[in-house]
């Protein structure tokens, strides 16, 4: 029998023309990048999986609500509006615009980490980890080991590894630590889910040792719709319960909105202690604007307000989460390896495996990324060794423990068609995979270098 994916909750009312170019000129182009995906030109791409975060498309509401936007410097519509809806939504008192998710953590991460030295999470997404070093402390991952077996399904691998987490707090000392931090989905191990058990015990050690419980909320409305589907005890749950049980034991949140509020712009802070948020609304008006508007446009805090609603529709989170479902039935035919079972924002493949010969300091992630921007004009990105870097101590290629592909779907913005031209450009990949060759870096800036490195393909020795 075959599965039925639920296909898209919506008709196209506008569109925008892509153009496949000629593989002469998708050569051209990618060596005029110097083989970086992130400098070629978006208009080169025919599918652009390079992030889903502000590439999705807004609603006829959201759009209307851009007519609506009221661009008062204090105390526009918009912001009463965006406020009781995310109070409705997620349940904490304390409620505050930012322009993205970054801008969020460079407000509250500071708050946290004064005089502490260490941040732990599940997994800090790479803005969340440099605002923690930027704030003088250190990130320290603590995913399950589940998480590490990309072939191996497992329900729950974007879970905290509790045993670790208790222990790493007596080891570190609780007093060092100021903040523990759950990623939900855990973006950095696949897009994979949390369970609500495990926000719930995570959020119980983190407390008995005197240390704020904080959520990275980026994709909770994803997170969400796999609870219902995973967890038992929530599978006659609405999205609206499962998400305040997500975040009923959270001391605070930073969300960029810009994946599951459909927008494509905004950030919000959320809190429970007024004290806190005293200081969240001083360093917001100095680094992002007075407290009413954050950062943000009238028009892109009403279309945040309608997103928030609009991202947790059980129908809509049915056809999102069944895009990945499908594209990965494409690759279990095909034999193609990716974080298993798929998570809920992208298909990361496993690099490692349709490229064995690729040693990591050669990249085999960003090998197949160039490859299938020649083969069908993809753009996806590597989050493997290319992505990690050097070692900033001893200046060696560290080596990642995973080397993915990251497809990652914008939202609402392909048809099934599109995944199946995904798909197809994979399985011709795959039937060429042993003549696909490594890359090495020609030019590279000292951190986060992976967004404008050049690089050059190794020649056939
Ligand atoms: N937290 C998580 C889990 C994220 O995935 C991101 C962004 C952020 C925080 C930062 O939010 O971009 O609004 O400042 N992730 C994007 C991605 C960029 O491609 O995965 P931002």
């Not at 039925?4 to 000629?22: A, H, M, N, T």
């Not at 729950?156 to 759950?182: H, T, Y």
Request: proline fraction near 4%; glycine fraction near 8%.
């Amino acid at each position: 029998m075959k599965p039925i994916y639920y296909p898209e909750p919506f008709r196209i009312k506008s569109v925008e023309p892509l153009k496949l170019l000629s593989r002469k000129e998708r050569e051209e182009r990618l060596a005029g990048a110097h083989y970086n995906m992130f400098a070629l030109a978006a208009r080169d791409v025919y599918i652009d999986l390079l992030t889903d975060s502000g590439t999705g498309a807004m609603s006829t509401e959201q759009w209307a609500g851009v007519m609506r936007g009221d661009e008062s410097y204090a105390g526009a519509e918009c912001y009463y509006r965006v406020q009781e809806t995310a109070k409705k939504i997620f349940g904490l008192p304390y409620l505050q615009i930012v322009h993205q998710g970054r801008a969020a953590e460079k407000v509250l991460l500071p708050l946290l980490l004064e005089g502490k030295k260490y941040a732990i999470a599940n997994m800090h997404f790479d803005t969340t980890r440099a605002h923690v070093e930027l704030a003088g402390a250190r990130a320290i991952d603590c995913v399950v080991p589940e998480a590490l077996e990309t072939t191996k399904p497992y329900d729950f691998k974007g879970n905290m590894d509790l045993a670790r987490l208790e222990s790493l707090l007596k080891e570190l000392g609780a007093e060092n630590v100021g903040v523990v931090i759950m990623t939900v989905t855990n973006n950095s191990a696949g897009g994979q889910p949390v369970s609500v058990a495990n926000i719930r015990a995570a959020e119980k050690i983190a407390h008995k040792y005197g240390v704020p419980f904080m959520i990275d909320a980026a994709r909770y409305a994803e997170n969400s719709y796999f609870v219902k589907q995973r967890e038992p005890e929530f599978k006659n749950s609405s999205i609206e319960e499962i998400v305040k049980a997500t975040f009923e034991g959270a001391d605070c949140f930073t969300m960029s909105a810009k994946k599951d509020a459909i927008v494509n712009m905004g950030g919000l802070i959320g809190c429970r202690d007024r004290a806190l948020f005293e200081k969240i609304k001083q360093r917001t008006i100095s680094y992002e604007g007075f407290v009413t508007y954050g950062g943000m446009s009238g028009r892109d805090i009403e279309a945040l307000a309608r997103g928030l609603e609009e991202g947790i529709d059980e129908h809509y989170l049915r056809y999102r989460i069944g895009q990945m479902e499908y594209l990965a039935a494409r690759l279990d035919e095909a034999g193609i390896a990716y974080q298993t079972p798929v998570g809920g924002h992208a298909v990361f493949v496993d690099a490692k495996k349709l490229l064995p010969h690729i040693p990591y300091y050669e990249f085999p992630a960003q090998a197949l990324a160039a490859e299938l921007y020649l083969e069908a004009g993809i753009r996806a990105c590597d989050i493997g060794s290319f992505m990690l870097g050097n070692d900033p101590d001893t200046g060696k290629q560290l080596k990642a423990d995973f080397e993915f592909t990251r497809l990652a779907i914008p939202r609402r913005i392909y048809t099934q068609s599109h995944l199946d031209v995904i798909a197809d450009a994979l399985e011709n990949i795959k039937e060429r995979a042993s003549g696909v060759r490594g890359y090495k870096i020609v030019e590279e800036p000292p951190i986060l270098r992976h967004f404008t490195a050049k690089l050059a393909p190794i020649s056939a020795k």
